[in-house]
């Protein structure tokens, strides 16, 4: 019997990677990177998030910055894509909201969830955390260096979820967004944490300086 008239369409699996890349570093990129190597996706959409809807209260760059930063700093990496989802639509912007949002543009895509281990660990807290575990093809975990991970504890938690674990083995890197901002505050070394593209522009634009005996262009290497 032959096959004349069928179509068959292989699903591609995609990684959601959110955040509020403030700023988007290196350590971002290279855990993406793994995720898009060792779980074999066709692309990783980096979901930018307007404001945390878990805190609403915690001081953030403005929107247009840190949108030019990301886009900046993933424009020349095959495989990544930026995603508007959340700062087109009006908040607050939950992660299971957006999910379902991607699904119903992209029926037969694998949306593949990554996260950092600390925050697998909050999992349960989420906003209808058990929805979530339901909506999301797999989770991408990736591990920070020292991090301790009670897969018994949140299976209990969110039946299922341990069987849609998969962990991603990255370099050690101690590299944060919250550091980042402080060195440059406090007038040290960031340079090389960062993509040249994204360096450039938080200098150009003087941002997440507070002392007023900063000179632009001058840093401690």
Known sequence: MGLIGYTFEMAESV??????????????LILAAEALN???????????????????????????????MLKRAIQHAPGFELST??????????TLD?????QVRNPSTRFVLLMGGDSLQNLPTWYHSEELVAAAYTFGVM???GDEIDT???EKALPGLKNKLRFIETPQLEIS????????????HYRFYLPAEVYDYIRQNMLYVKSRGYIPGVENL
């Open 85 to 94: 989802i959340e700062v087109d639509r009006p908040g607050p912007h939950y």
């Open 152 to 154: 018994k504890t949140l």
């Open 98 to 102: 957006t999910l379902d949002l991607l």
């Open 177 to 188: 967004s919250s550091s980042i901002r402080e060195r440059i505050a406090s007038g040290g």
């Open 143 to 145: 591990r920070r260096p």
């Open 38 to 68: 060792q779980l074999k996706l066709s692309r990783v959409l980096w979901v930018l998030t307007p404001q945390p809807p878990h805190k609403p209260d915690r001081p953030i760059t403005p929107l247009p910055h840190r949108l030019e």
């Open 15 to 28: 990684g959601v990677f959110g955040g509020t890349f403030d700023p988007p570093h290196l350590g971002h």
